[in-house]
Nanobody, 122 residues
Framework: VQLVESGGGLVQAGGSLRLSCAPN????????MAWFRQAPGKERECVAA????????YYEDSVQGRFTISRGNAENTVYLQMNSLKPEDTALYYC????????????????WGQGTQVTVSS
């Protein structure tokens, strides 16, 4: 099973994009879902995460108040609404799923997508 992201693209600073992620097969457990991003020359970082019951969300400081993570009606689907985009948000955005308790590190996650490019022009 792999996660499939969509919704990336090129947008001007101040604009918005909505990323979507869904598994291409059945995931039988209930997973915490997250969005990571990786800019050229930088490490992959967790920008937002949401538990399977949507009762807890995490946001990285630089996106707090601008990005919103949410779950879809279909099991283990997740969205990332990105508003007020800045050039520094430019990166490859990855969707990830974990059945574990910890959620901030790359090694905490069981499943990954291939990534979708987000480019914000100034």
């Amino acid at each position: 099973v792999q996660l499939v992201e969509s919704g990336g693209g090129l947008v001007q600073a101040g604009g918005s994009l909505r990323l979507s992620c869904a598994p291409n097969g059945r995931l039988f457990n209930r997973y915490t879902m997250a969005w990571f991003r990786q800019a050229p020359g930088k490490e992959r970082e967790c920008v937002a995460a949401i538990t399977w019951m949507s009762n807890f969300t995490y946001y990285e400081d630089s996106v707090q108040g601008r990005f919103t993570i949410s779950r879809g009606n279909a099991e283990n689907t997740v969205y990332l609404q990105m508003n007020s985009l800045k050039p520094e948000d430019t990166a490859l955005y990855y969707c990830a799923a974990t059945s574990g308790y910890y959620y901030l590190q790359v090694y905490d996650y069981d499943y990954w997508g291939q990534g979708t490019q987000v480019t914000v022009s100034s």
